[in-house]
C-alpha cells in the first residue's frame, strides 16, 4: 500500500484562493521521549566515568552485563547500546588509542579479521543483507568516544528505512538488546568465532 502525505502550511492567508478561506493547521506536541538517551548524553560529557571500552575491557566478569559478545587478548565485539538497526556491534581493540597511525600493522589486521567475523555471525544470527562499516574520527565527524577507536557494523535489509525515519527521524528497533545478545552469544559458539 503507498501512502502518500502531503504537508503544506500557509504563512500569508491574503494570497489564498477565495474558497479557501482559512486553513487550520492542529498544533500537536513534537516530542519524542527517550529517556534511556541521558546514558549517552552523559558518556560524551565525562559524567559516565570515562571510557565505557576501558571498563568493559576490566571487567570480563561484567561480560553479559556489558554485553559483550566476545573478547581475545588483543579484541572485543561489543554491543551499541544506542543502535541504529538491531545487532549494532563495536569492535573494539583493547589498547585505549585513537588514531589509525597508533596501530601496529598487525593490530590494524587483527581489527579487520574481527571485523570480518562480526559480519560474518550477523548475517548468520539476523540475516543481515547488507552493512554500514566504518570509524568515525573526532565529535564533529560522530565520534562519542574518540580517543578509544572502535569499528561500527551495522546490519541493514531491504526495506529497513521505513517511514518512521523518514517522517519521525526515528529508527525501530524490533528487539531487546538482550533477547539479541543472546542470540549472538550462541551463534557466535556454535561457528567458532573470532576465527584465528
Given amino acids: ?68 559478545v566476545w573478547r581475545t587478548a588483543e579484541m572485543m565485539a561489543v554491543m551499541n547500546r544506542f543502535p541504529y538497526t538491531n545487532g549494532h556491534l563495536l569492535l573494539a581493540p583493547l589498547a585505549h588509542k585513537g588514531e589509525l597511525s597508533d596501530f ?40 562519542g568516544l574518540p580517543d578509544h577507536l572502535h569499528v561500527h557494523l551495522v546490519p541493514r535489509w531491504n526495506g529497513d528505512t521505513n517511514f518512521m525515519a523518514v517522517i519521525g527521524d526515528v529508527r525501530v528497533i524490533p528487539e531487546s538488546l538482550e533477547r539479541t545478545y543472546a542470540k549472538l552469544r550462541e551463534a557466535a559458539v556454535r561457528l567458532g568465532l573470532p576465527k584465528g
Avoid at 548524553?41 to 566478569?61: H, K, N
Avoid at 581489527?111 to 573526532?138: C, E, S, V, W
Fill in 1 to 68: 500500500m503507498l501512502l502518500t502525505v502531503i504537508f503544506f502550511v500557509v504563512k500569508d492567508r491574503s494570497h489564498c484562493a477565495s474558497s479557501v478561506s482559512q486553513v487550520h493547521m492542529p498544533e500537536f506536541p513534537h516530542n519524542l521521549w527517550a529517556p534511556w538517551r541521558m546514558e549517552y548524553i552523559e558518556s560524551l560529557s565525562g559524567e559516565g566515568g570515562g571510557c565505557f571500552l576501558c571498563q568493559y575491557r576490566d571487567t570480563p566478569e561484567n561480560d553479559a552485563r556489558n554485553l559483550v
Fill in 104 to 143: 601496529s600493522d598487525a593490530e590494524l589486521a587483527t581489527l579487520m579479521r574481527h571485523t570480518r567475523d562480526a559480519k560474518a555471525l550477523l548475517t548468520d544470527t539476523l540475516g543481515a543483507q547488507g552493512f554500514n562499516i566504518g570509524i568515525n574520527f573526532g565529535r564533529c565527524a560522530g565520534a
